[in-house]
């Protein structure tokens, strides 16, 4: 039985080879040649100004959940899309309950002015 797990292991192994192959050869073939202005830090085009530690506002990390949540949504709708005709019509109910849910958190968020960012 261990005979049969020998070709992903020798996968992996040939992955990680390549992958630390190159790794060297672009660490010693490339070129070395730090300047001032490629070592300072970058942020998003501007110099830095303050530091690293500050707090974010809450509403950033706010609106990076509910992106999560309202674009995870997709990752369930296209497999159910790719089954449909086969499943039948009990999930077709299960899906308009679990849009409904959706729809109904979105309407929640938006009247309490969760999408507002001023």
Do not use: H, N
Not at 15 to 34: D, K, N, Q, T, V
Not at 40 to 54: K, L, S, V
Not at 83 to 101: D, T
Request: aromatic share 16%; net charge negative.
């Amino acid at each position: 039985m261990l005979a049969e797990y020998w070709p992903i292991l020798l996968f992996i192994v040939v992955a990680a080879g390549i992958g630390l192959a190159l790794l060297a050869i672009g660490m010693l073939a490339g070129p070395r040649r730090p300047e001032p202005e490629k070592l300072t830090p970058y942020e998003c085009g501007f110099d830095p100004f303050d530091d690293a530690r500050t707090r974010f506002d809450v509403r950033y990390y706010l609106m990076a959940i509910l992106f999560i949540i309202f674009d995870l949504e997709i990752a369930f709708l296209f497999p159910w899309a790719v089954v449909f005709k086969s499943i039948g019509a009990v999930a077709l109910i299960e899906m308009a309950l679990f849009l409904l849910l959706l729809v109904i958190g979105f309407a929640y968020v938006w009247k309490k002015g969760a999408l507002e960012w001023e």
